[in-house]
């Protein structure tokens, strides 16, 4: 573990603006036309793009302040690592502690599953559903916390065509994200698409999606990375 964090350690000096960097040279996607009316996917993108917050963290290391914003150490991380820091994000959104224990573990699952940092599929669920409402339907059909539109439902993977359920969504949610990130040439591109922004005409201000996501996922992995890396170091 101790190469792993010395490794994980020079990977991770980047700051949260280059990680943005980072983020947009890989490929992201989304299920088009996912503006909810019940969901931030048209209010938040019409807002000025928010900033990456810094924490007041105090890490037992001085190496973990490089690492606490980066893929690669997001990546060294066990899902068992994640799961509380994540609920505990997860938790400023919902009260309901049994939903966002079940959101946490699918991101999880997924994230695993699909290749897709548990950062960037939070960012984006976020970013379409602020209020973590497994029931939310926008004005185009979109349905759910990812807002997936329904001809995406019924994939194999997700053993399910119940874009309400939480486990089905996110698994619809994030095969469309691991598909798009797979096939299109930036970020930025897919992030556009999963929101429908693909011609600008979707919803106000789309434009500034990626951005918004992008920066919802590095404060995510900041605060998991916080949390996580302290424990696997006093582990070590």
């Not at 490929?27 to 009316?37: F, G, I, K, R, Y």
């Not at 119940?162 to 591109?189: E, F, K, M, Y």
């Not at 900041?222 to 949390?227: M, Q, T, V």
Request: charged share 20%.
């Amino acid at each position: 573990m101790s190469h792993s964090i010395g490794r994980v350690t020079r990977l991770g000096e980047l700051t949260a603006a280059m990680l943005v960097g980072v983020l947009l040279t890989t490929e992201t996607l989304a299920p088009a036309d996912s503006a909810a009316t019940a969901t931030v996917g048209e209010t938040e993108t019409a807002m000025t793009v928010a900033t990456v917050d810094s924490l007041p963290v105090a890490l037992p290391e001085a190496e973990l302040m490089t690492a606490v914003d980066s893929l690669e150490a997001e990546r060294e991380l066990a899902p068992a690592a994640m799961r509380r820091p994540l609920e505990a994000y997860l938790a400023k959104f919902s009260d309901d502690r049994v939903l966002v224990r079940r959101i946490s573990r699918a991101v999880l699952r997924e994230a695993g599953r699909q290749q897709v940092p548990p950062s960037l599929i939070t960012a984006v669920l976020l970013t379409e559903n602020t209020t973590l409402r497994p029931e939310a339907a926008s004005s185009v059909g979109a349905q759910g916390l990812m807002q997936v539109m329904p001809f995406h439902a019924g994939a194999r993977l997700c053993n399910s065509d119940n874009l309400v359920d939480v486990d089905s969504n996110i698994c619809h949610g994030t095969l469309i994200l691991a598909r798009n990130l797979r096939t299109t040439p930036t970020s930025t591109a897919a992030l556009l698409r999963y929101n429908g922004c693909v011609r600008g005409t979707n919803t106000p201000n789309c434009s500034r999606y990626p951005a918004i996501v992008l920066a919802r996922a590095s404060r995510v992995r900041h605060e998991i990375l916080a949390a996580a890396m302290p424990v696997q170091l006093a582990q070590r």
